[in-house]
Antibody
Framework: EVQVVESGGGLVQPGGSLRVSCAAS????????MSWVRQAPGKGLEWVSV???????YYADSVKGRFTISRHNSKNTLYLQMNSLRPEDTAVYYC??????????????WGRGTLVTVSS | SYVLTQPPSVSVAPGQTARITCGGN??????VHWYQQKPGQAPALVVY???DRPSGIPERFSGFNSGNTATLTISRVEAGDEADYYC???????????FGGGTKLSVL
């Protein structure tokens, strides 16, 4: 079955760090563009970061310099390392597979998400 | 910066047609994608590239994009269609995906 499963969320203090993971099955992470998208409680969707199949990585301005996306090819797993966390980073973090079309890109596969809470 | 504007809520009776709009400057010149998010669940793609449907999505879901408005149309609405719907495009003012604020569809 083609799916992604996130893990690693939890409660962390402001200024702290956390790494969330996304284990993929049924397809190869390194052959695809893969993104992290987050959703603050009761709010809409916000794109966070992408890693291209070639390895280039890009970030939303709100997390640039604090978050790092990476992957482990042999484990077929995507990661998001989050440092200097702020209360406004509190959200459900979704792993998503990107699909590239004639008009740009969209997300054709989503995980169920992992909740990150930043609070003292 | 580019903004995608969606109405916060749309209400429709079962069996009727729901139309959810996504406004943006010359959005008709871009490809728009739509996601459905039911309560407590992850988003799911229902329309991509303005009007294409992924496999498994009913023909009741359709999309159109022209001028300054993209529209997701749900025909013969069912109770199970009650959800939040988000539009999304890429590369409006940066090389990044952008989401609309979302529309809550209520089935009366």
């Amino acid at each position: 079955e083609v799916q992604v499963v996130e893990s690693g969320g939890g409660l962390v203090q402001p200024g702290g760090s956390l790494r969330v993971s996304c284990a993929a099955s049924g397809f190869t992470v390194s052959d695809n563009y893969m993104s992290w998208v987050r959703q603050a409680p009761g709010k809409g969707l916000e794109w966070v970061s992408v890693i291209y199949s070639g390895g280039s990585a890009y970030y939303a301005d709100s997390v640039k310099g604090r978050f790092t996306i990476s992957r482990h090819n042999s484990k077929n797993t995507l990661y998001l390392q989050m440092n200097s966390l702020r209360p406004e980073d509190t959200a459900v973090y979704y792993c998503a597979r990107d699909s590239i079309s004639k008009g740009g890109w969209y997300f054709d596969l989503w995980g169920r998400g992992t909740l990150v809470t930043v609070s003292s | 910066s580019y903004v995608l504007t969606q109405p916060p809520s749309v209400s429709v009776a079962p069996g009727q047609t729901a139309r959810i709009t996504c406004g943006g400057n010359n959005i008709g010149g871009k490809s728009v994608h739509w996601y459905q998010q039911k309560p407590g669940q992850a988003p799911a793609l229902v329309v991509y590239d303005d009007s294409d449907r992924p496999s498994g999505i009913p023909e009741r879901f359709s999309g159109f994009n022209s001028g300054n408005t993209a529209t997701l149309t749900i025909s013969r609405v069912e109770a199970g269609d009650e959800a939040d719907y988000y539009c999304q495009l890429w590369g409006a003012t940066s090389d990044h995906p952008l989401f609309g604020g979302g529309t809550k569809l209520s089935v009366l």
